[in-house]
């Protein structure tokens, strides 16, 4: 579980439901200070609580839409995220408030409360569970509108709908507690948004299908959902995948398309073009474990149920049976992945990207290795890489290679097959 549930989302989203409903308190606090549930409203204090849970609604779903770029700086994408939901989000606050009211009212009729008359406690209590499981609702939605993305709405929902229910239950509990006041409504309302952003991000995390961990770049630790049938990977704010702050990255680089179960990672650029575990693409399908490379950043494609990647090495390029090593001369590498050699010209290793096979390890030099074929042989040649080139064991400059030769470059390790 610890694999799939991305513990940075779930801390974002509920610390920026938290804030929202800390700062949303205050229009709530002076809209509703000093009115009873036994005294009939003013048009003033109506529109004025309208308004107030409009506020509310927009700054809990803003924050929490805005929390979805896992970032602590003011950019202008957390910008743009935060105005889409606090929008959308104030909006349905506001058939969202008329129907919970009149469902409110009517629970609270139903348990014998009047103009000047209390009722039962359990009636109050019952109504306010509908009421902020509405806005829930509402609120979920909202934020999974502000995504684009149709089945967020679904999950925003659900998430909202939890994160309300649970926070009107804290509500009541903490007014009695507390014994009522200011301090109760501030903390009620604080753990009505908690719970919000809480079950928001944690109803998108068990429902999720595929995603992208940032294994090295600037970004390191970020992970991206692909919710979408067409997600945009490059340096542009609009982008689904956004891998900011890297030169080498293009504007818009990469798409990854989504077609039922099966994912397509297409590249949109010639240069320096995109990499699936170390082999350049144009179009490649993609499965659990690969390693994607673009510029300097390493990102991970998952898939929930599959079988977690290797973590001693990063994976290597597409699969394909070791008995099927009379196709060509290669490399296997520990997971019997194959890696084709040159026959008509010197094959290049190496971490640089202009490398015919692009190793995307620590401990591969730049230009770490050429493999060649001489008079029908093939010779193994060290570039002056740092950590060396070894056959079976023994550290080379220059070696033949025979069928079956255990090959080690710094810490990835093959087998050589003629």
Not at 103 to 129: E, P, T, V
Not at 207 to 219: D, I, P
Not at 232 to 253: K, M, Q, T
Not at 285 to 314: E, K, W
Request: charge should be positive; charged fraction near 15%.
């Amino acid at each position: 579980m610890d694999g799939v549930i991305n513990r940075r989302d779930l801390t974002f989203k509920s610390l920026a439901g938290l804030l929202g409903g800390a700062v949303g308190w205050l229009p709530v606090e002076i809209a509703t200070h000093g009115h009873s549930l036994t005294e009939a409203p003013s048009a003033a204090a109506f529109y004025l609580n309208f308004g107030a849970l409009a506020l509310l609604s927009g700054l809990i779903g803003g924050l929490i839409n805005a929390a979805q770029a896992q970032v602590l700086e003011l950019t202008p994408l957390v910008k743009r995220r935060f105005m889409q939901g606090f929008i959308i989000c104030a909006l349905l606050s506001l058939p969202s408030t008329y129907y919970s009211n009149v469902a409110f009212a009517a629970i609270l009729n139903a348990g014998g409360w009047r103009i000047g008359q209390a009722g039962s406690i359990a009636y109050l209590i019952f109504g306010r569970l509908v009421g902020w499981s509405l806005m829930g609702v509402m609120l979920g939605a909202g934020v999974g509108i502000a995504t684009f993305s149709a089945p967020n709405i679904f999950k925003g929902a659900a998430g909202g709908l939890a994160g309300g229910f649970l926070g009107g239950v804290l509500f009541d509990a903490i007014s009695a507690l507390s014994g009522g006041g200011l301090a109760s409504r501030l903390f009620g309302l604080s753990a009505i948004g908690l719970m919000i952003g809480l079950f928001i991000g944690l109803v998108q995390e068990l429902t999720k299908v595929a995603w992208l961990t940032v294994e090295a770049g600037r970004l390191r630790g970020r992970e991206y959902r692909l919710e979408k049938a067409l997600a945009i990977v490059g340096r542009a704010e609009e982008c689904d995948v956004g891998l900011f702050g890297d030169p080498a990255v293009a504007a818009r680089h990469a798409t990854i398309e989504r077609k039922g179960a099966d994912f397509t990672i297409k590249d949109l650029t010639r240069e320096p073009g995109t990499l699936v575990n170390g082999q350049r693409i144009e179009s490649a399908p993609l499965h659990p474990g690969d390693l994607i490379t673009i510029g300097g950043y390493q990102v991970r494609f998952n898939m929930r149920s599959a079988a977690p990647a290797r973590s001693a090495a990063p994976s290597l390029p597409a699969a394909y049976p070791e008995a099927a090593a009379g196709a060509g001369p290669c490399l296997i590498d520990a997971d019997g992945r194959r890696l084709e050699l040159r026959r008509d010209a010197p094959t290049t290793i190496g971490r640089s990207l202009d490398n015919d096979l692009v190793l995307p390890y620590q401990s591969i030099s730049r230009h770490h290795a050429r493999i060649a074929q001489v008079g029908g042989a093939f010779r193994l040649h060290d570039l002056g890489s740092q950590n060396g080139c070894f056959v079976d064991g023994k550290r080379v400059s220059e070696a033949p290679l025979r069928d079956g030769d255990m090959i080690k470059l710094g810490d990835a390790q093959f087998k050589f097959r003629a």
